[in-house]
């Protein structure tokens, strides 16, 4: 909704990016002695997006094909105003795609590098999460139901390195399409002679980007590749929005996301607040495979230029960086400021009875019984702790199967959470430690 | 369709990758000492696909829910009938999914691994054809049309570096997914006690694999990241495809699939050959988005084990691999031994006058009349020629316009095809070197 | 996995639906005298799919580009060991797609027709929920808090809804795409003259289907429209199933699905009972979209007949239909026999000191207050309420600010859910009859 | 781009719908008796979309969860200037989903009854292009082959099929989604005790709606449909735009979409005419599937509001209206001045020596050889001519396998492209006829 420049794919941020690839292109073709070194600066003076009318270039880019042709045009007009000779140098040797897909490498640099910031901001918070609660005990649940106990440092642990391994991703895309786009019409450069080469390596320098062995106008990787990394960015954030929200339940209760005025209110029930962060990352999450699709179905395009797949890519990169952003900005939000309940996470692990612990009596009975058989007697036991409606410690205790071989201490250690988190405790602190190593985290000791 | 139990995907296969996980589990269990070590080798013959009732286990595991419960019972039998206490060591401390997830990894490896064979076989096909036509000129085509001078070298230079990537981005989605999957129920280990990270890393060097920090449970970023993968294969490789595909039309005919017998004929046109590796490489990249869309939607998994999200993963892997691997083959063969018709692409090169090459003219008049003058009086031209169906070097020549500013001799040398793809040239040998550079390709300079 | 001729998909049924048309062909031909009756008979003899070797025919097929070359040649010659007449009747005026469009059709007929009988027997017993629980209050929730009170009948209504919907449009789908494919080479049926047109309607006549206006080989508007409806039908039952998987967790433990030997269970977690049935929907509505996206996408096919858009049909639609059939099924299962625990819905509905019908106070208030200071009013005793760890109804009749409006008897009607759901009650009478006018449902009354 | 409150999908379109169900709302209140008649004038008057801060009003949203948070708490406002009690009874009874629901209906009821009138023009222009050119001859084209000839009419009678079955599914999808959305929190109307359902009644009746029997809050079938429909008619108009774009190639160029001044032009290939509409249409064909996927990923809703899926619905369906629309009116202007160039059509047939025509030739020759071996003469004949670079005629005339059978009339008949176009033409006369009979196409005879 926004239209400032500085908002990269605003209509008018699109625009300036457009034109500062112009402008790049211009001085590019001056250092390489192409055109005179005066004709930069009249391209740089008209190249300020706030000089064009918006709306009269969308519509001539509709009947264009690409918003560049007419683009070209407006800047042709307005340099030559100031200096004839500089707008016949305007946009030389290059073709549209070359400006709008160099175009989308900066702004995809600038809006990727911020979501890479925000997933280690979201990581951090997290970690801290781990290493707070390391020893809480929880119902570990799958199949959304309680299973054996875990911790929420455990929890915590994972959604840490889902982001880590997410910004991982992310930043080697981002690396693998550092590219400019300078080929031309059919990518040989040869409406410059032998001076393209020259002009590419001028370009990528004014650009801070690289420039790769053969053109990409056709060969998408690169784009699909950051479409598949802000998919897998978004598919890590919904996970632990997922569990944020199963674990808000009005009936679990465990952790809440951070409360503010005007924030996930109900228009007709007051005493709600609603998981609004973990609903824009579930958005973001159900949106993001399909324009993922969108891009890898756009990929085979034809011979040196495409017919349909480029320009299926306009409005879909835009809305997929601006999910990632949403999403990642609204969970780094909500694991920061998480309110975790830790009374209410022991609560919800004995009201079943202690049932989610069965296993630790089926490992302890194992070694006497084999693992089947131990299974079968605990089994037997839940189900009769369960239509008596008593805890599973007092059902094993009296149960002659199980005493046979265990006394009483050694049923209720082989039920205690604790015990049965020692493991997790591990993990969580070598995770820790080891994201410390790999130079993230350092802070949160 | 296959059974064998090395085709990894097939039934038989897949099941042999699950007992192969049982058996390492159980030998690691033996190495760190949790079990004693005579358990594992009866674990070890019980292991054979071939002694199990497929059919029988498919059932069974619609029931239960997944195809690790059932086959444990009857692991469990098999091994028991030889020995009573080995048998209560089978899958000691793992959880169903831990199962089913190494094993999805060890496929994933003998498969993946030989796709990126074939890419790299592709690539090097393509490579031979950079090299051998680097100066074939031949039409270049932008919206189906035809554009500027390209060469066929220049074409082939994409498609290699487009297959290098492929192999290169699969590469690495396979090493970030060389993890074992091993927490127990919940991720934490809790039924081996102390034992369980030592088990880990036994069971993680008997496969030849890591231990993660954490359990990848529900933490999908590894398989979806190795689904986008081979996603991006296929969208490379359809844009190879398609490319051939048009260039084979009865109307281009620049290029054709080798033909073998029985291989492209229509069952009522006897003269047709049909491009039948293509259409496979096609297919592949239509189906492709949609299963990397499966397996990114898949990835909120909820809590410590997933209802849903992980079931939808269970033939969408299988699927992608299939036709990644098909259609690697597709196109690796059709490289290979490409027909290419350099007469047929000089003829449609000159077939429409010679309007392809009209930039050249531009560009040679631009430092005369600024950019946009010279395209306005080549557009005229160009008009004037086509209404009167003469080439376009005849109607420039005869342009008062042109003739102002450009000698005859000016003109053809505009117009000149050899002289439009100088850079061409030039982009494949660097291209073609810089793959040499990189270790790949010696073979063919 | 089964092979049997009347698994529709299985390879086997695959073959045998190609081979059914041939035989009609060979009738239809006949019918119309383009060939002599006597063709028709030795063609059906040979036409029975155990008679052919499936694994050389799908290696010739992967060869030919398509299965019904293969198939014709092996066709051919056993009907040539009979009949040699005959044997050059085969497959007569026909192209492959005619054979494997059609043979699609009469396998969508058979397979659509049992899903929906199923979606109807899911729907019956969603009818009986909606009735039997009509005025079973529980807590209705949003965001995935509990807001304003339901009953249990006005879910199951909006579950029966759902199928009776999803139901109807696969039924729509289905006629729509009633239509043999039969149009030779490229739609014109060229190969049989002027008999053409008559033989088309002998081959509808035939098969039960009817004639096509023009051929559909690149229209492919049928069966994407058919996969739309089973993505539309993987939806509707999604819905069901997460709403099923959710009120079965052990913290809400308002349902749970039937329990069944062997189902559900747990290798390491003996007292678990996992919600299978579930699952299996939720992955099948997971997938769905990626699948109905494959199908859209592959619609732009080229021409009279395609290149690769319609091979990547070919899988995608049988695996649609599996998981369509397999979630119908599941779900129709679960409800049938859903466990119920109305003790459960009323003390979950209770637990949160009944802040959930916090929105009848807002009610009773607004029309002394004006809706907004009445919500303002209530969300403040709530949150005292919450605090004070009171239950609403208490707090509310000691809120002054409340009581200067109503009186005890007052505030204890407007927080009562009975009085809440009276139009719940009302709406699901209302939607039960009209299933009844529907024709649908009249044995649950 | 626009923000006319006349485009509906546009931010201001957007608001003013919110608005125009909040009017309709007060005045259904009003009707019903639940508020003062009064109290409805008011709030229309304050319900004009320019009164509003946009930008404001989305920054709200963001926390709020959802526009109509905020929308209420500004129009209240702005009511309560006017009249106290009035803003009392803004958006009484309803809850936020309710009114984005009910405007979404209304929004798409304006647009797509646009698309669908565009649809019946595109038909009919198809219907057109079938009349004049039913005996037109071309080649068919199998796998971008030529294969057996066709007309161009025939083909254009596929396009028209395909069009008018897109817009018939449209109105279909329309038809079922004519539903308000009215349950309050949480669809049991229970703020409105039994006032409920007269209020619905009147709401629907106020704007041209019906009343469902249950709410459809998280029964997402309706929207999803609409989405599927529009996903169908993407397809339709992505076939029709790639036979153009092949169509259109330089070496084909058999037709070519209109020109116009500053239509497709290139910004340095003066000569070029990019198919722009076909581009347009073709990426909608790219960007649709992946777009109807979300929709039918996000059908699993959560209970009795959802948390994600409904949030992921809001910019896809406008994104999926907008390129359909955008589809549609590229093809209907270009079906409508379509270039048909039918002299290259036949130069085009005649051009590969007839070959394409070889059907003919077996067809004649089975009778006497079967089809089998006719097929192998006409290959062989084939081959020979091709080596030869011969007309097939010549070829076949020469060869005594053939001439054995037919003389040298029977072989030119056999080989004429009227001869084998007979019933082409008699199927687009019968579907032009049919689609008179079914009341479209009158003035096309």
Redesign the interface.
Known sequence: ??TSAHAPFS?LGRLQALLDVEVALAEALADAGVVPAASAAPIRRAARAGRYD??AL?A?AA???NP???L?RHL?RLVAAED??A??????????QDVMDTALVLQLRRELGAIVATLERAADAAARLADRHAATPM?????????????FG??A??WM??LD??RI?LE?ALD?ARDIQFG???????????A??TVARALAARLGLRV?????H????RV??VA??L??T???L??I???V??L?????AEVAEPS?P???????????????A?????????????????M??????????????W??E???VP?LVAIAAESAAAMADTLAELHVDEARMRA?LD??GG??R???L??AL?PH?????A??V??ET?RGA?TAARP?LDAAVHAPAIRAHLDEAAVAAALDPAA?????R???R??LE?RRRDGKGSDHG
């Open positions: 909704m926004t209509p918006l709306a969308a001539e009947e264009a094909g560049v042709i007419p070209v042709t004839a000779t707008a016949g140098h305007v946009h030389w040797g290059a073709t549209s119902a570990g649940r799958t199949w959304l139901q309680q299973a054996t106990p875990t911790t455990a929890k642990a994972v390195q889902g391994r997410a991703r080697a693998g031309g019409a059919t990518g040989t450069l040869s409406a410059l002679g032998d393209g080469p790769p062995d053969v053109a990409w056709t060969e998408r990787s699909a590749d598949c990394a998919g897998l978004c598919g890590t919904g996970k929005a997922r569990d929200a199963l808000s339940q009005t009936e679990v503010a005007g924030r996930g209110g109900s228009s007709s029930m007051p005493h709600k607040r609603n998981p609004v973990s609903a824009r990352a579930l958005a973001a999450a159900v949106r993001a495979p399909g324009l993922v699709a969108t890898l179905a756009a990929m085979p395009q034809e011979h040196e230029r495409a017919l349909g797949g320009q299926a306009w409005e879909t809305a919800n009201a079943a049932m989610a069965a296993e630790g089926v490992m194992a019984l084999g693992r089947a058989e299974a079968r605990v089994e839940c369960a599973l049965l988190t020692t493991t997790a591990h993990i969580v070598r995770a080891q």
